[in-house]
T-cell receptor, first 114, second 113 residues
Framework: DAGITQSPRHKVTETGTPVTLRCHQT?????MYWYRQDPGHGLRLIHY???????DKGEVSDGYSVSRSKTEDFLLTLESATSSQTSVYFC?????????????FGSGTQLSVL | AQSVSQHNHHVILSEAASLELGCNYS??????LFWYVQYPGQHLQLLLK??????LVKGIKGFEAEFIKSKFSFNLRKPSVQWSDTAEYFC???????????FGTGTRLTIIP
């Protein structure tokens, strides 16, 4: 499996506080993605990146921002966390835009917003 | 926009039973299709994928899937399940030329020994 690490693995925070989740990959993959996983909704794309400083919104981007200053790092920020953002967050990456390329996933971050 | 439907939310089978999980997508054209599996406490892993050629695709651990373009379907099958197949299964679709992958809501599979 590709070397994708997410940090932290677990986080509990309070409503209204900012939170940043980090995704780090060692595969030199160009494309990186942030998904959230919720019961009954499967995985939904929050934001993705197609290169350094190049990002775009997914289907559930409201309340989230991202940054990619280096190929290996993709940060997801919740500017002001809400309870509806309690979820498991997965980072993924892939080498190219070829649509038959598989995604490699990180182990996830369990975020609880109280 | 592409959408993916997995109508079976939770499937419970006994060991050695045959398995078929449904997956339908909404948008036509050239598509790439994937099945991912998430074992308890683990991250998602690719089971198999289809992008062209033979519509019957074989993956790891004895799984296979058949792409039926006329039905917009990509159902996952396994002739004889094992307890270790207990996991959540996700179907995913990408349209040719689109970097985004759309996932279904997942099917939780529980195998009873």
């Amino acid at each position: 499996d590709a070397g994708i690490t997410q940090s932290p693995r677990h986080k509990v925070t309070e409503t209204g506080t900012p939170v940043t989740l980090r995704c780090h990959q060692t595969e030199n993959h160009r494309y990186m993605y942030w998904y959230r996983q919720d019961p009954g909704h499967g995985l939904r794309l929050i934001h993705y990146s197609y290169g350094v400083k190049d990002t775009d919104k997914g289907e559930v981007s409201d309340g989230y921002s991202v940054s990619r200053s280096k190929t290996e790092d993709f940060l997801l920020t919740l500017e002001s966390a809400t309870s509806s953002q309690t979820s498991v967050y997965f980072c993924a990456s892939r080498r190219s835009a070829a649509t038959n390329e598989k995604l490699f996933f990180g182990s996830g971050t369990q975020l609880s917003v109280l | 926009a592409q959408s993916v439907s997995q109508h079976n939310h939770h499937v419970i089978l006994s060991e050695a039973a045959s398995l078929e999980l449904g997956c339908n997508y909404s948008y036509g054209g050239t598509v790439n299709l994937f099945w991912y599996v998430q074992y308890p406490g683990q991250h998602l892993q690719l089971l198999l994928k289809y992008f062209s050629g033979d519509p019957l695709v074989k993956g790891i651990k004895g799984f296979e899937a058949e792409f039926i373009k006329s039905k917009f379907s990509f159902n996952l099958r396994k002739p004889s399940v094992q307890w270790s197949d207990t996991a959540e299964y996700f179907c995913a679709v990408s349209n040719f030329g689109n970097e985004k992958l759309t996932f279904g809501t997942g099917t939780r599979l529980t195998i009873i020994p």
